[in-house]
């Protein structure tokens, strides 16, 4: 599966890139490159394999290392006006946020 020019030209206009015919080009050859990977990728048989939670969990006995799971700050009034000062907008305590959904 290859990219046309029309896909990429429509790629890049989602991602708001504005690509020179030359960075067209090459983005075009490079991403049909990663499509060959993956499409080598798919075709490999995974019948069977077991996941990994680790990728060096195949050659050796990892342990992850997680730290407890405790409350390190303490909550107050105080501590909760000081993370709110750089707030640009703020009501109750809660941060205000522009509404980006129509």
């Not at 020019?5 to 090459?26: F, G, K, N, S, W």
């Not at 107050?76 to 205000?96: H, K």
């Amino acid at each position: 599966m290859a990219l046309t020019d029309q896909e990429v030209a429509r790629i890049a206009r989602l991602a708001r890139l504005h690509l020179t015919p030359d960075q067209q080009a090459q983005a075009q050859t490079d991403l049909n490159k990663i499509l060959v990977i993956i499409e080598a990728l798919q075709s490999v048989d995974t019948e069977g394999v077991e996941p990994l939670a680790h990728p060096l969990a195949s050659v050796s006995d990892v342990h992850l290392r997680l730290r407890e799971d405790v409350v390190t700050e303490e909550s107050s009034i105080e501590r909760r006006a000081a993370l709110m000062a750089n707030a640009t907008g703020a009501s109750e305590g809660l941060f205000l946020v522009p509404k980006v959904i129509e």
